[in-house]
């Protein structure tokens, strides 16, 4: 089993900052790569950013140099600090990790249960 715990969301103010952490744990062999995914009321769910085993960084459009992702392989876990939030960065954020669980295993997706940002304008 793998299970992905979220942590770090809440509500802020516009401008403000929040970090989102997220922690594989279970029968892991080794972890590709690890991305963050967002949902707002009313719309489908959406890449925000991701990380791949080699540190290379990929960020929606949106996010206008705000955020930036990193990981610790040493725990497993992926990270998004979000600074200068937007009333429109409101959403569930859920992290995702692609990771295999042993050396012959196929790698799978996995997703956390969600946390929930709230920026008050």
């Known amino acids: 089993q793998v299970q992905l715990v979220e942590s770090g969301g809440g509500l802020v103010q516009a401008g403000g900052s929040l970090r989102l952490s997220c922690a594989a744990s279970?029968?892991?062999?080794?972890?590709?790569?690890m991305a963050w995914y967002r949902r707002a009321p009313g719309k489908q769910r959406e890449l925000v950013a991701v990380?791949?085993?080699?540190?290379?960084?990929h960020y929606a459009d949106f996010v206008e140099g705000r955020f930036t992702i990193s990981r610790d392989n040493a725990k497993n876990a992926v990270y998004l600090q979000m600074n200068s939030l937007k009333s429109e960065d409101t959403a569930v954020y859920y992290c995702?990790?692609?990771?295999?669980?042993?050396?012959?295993?196929?790698?799978?997706?996995?997703w956390g249960q969600g946390t929930q940002v709230t920026v008050s304008s």
């Open positions: 995702n990790v692609d990771l295999r669980r042993g050396r012959w295993t196929a790698s799978d997706d996995y």
């Open positions: 990380i791949t085993s080699g540190d290379r960084t």
């Open positions: 279970g029968t892991i062999f080794s972890i590709d790569t």
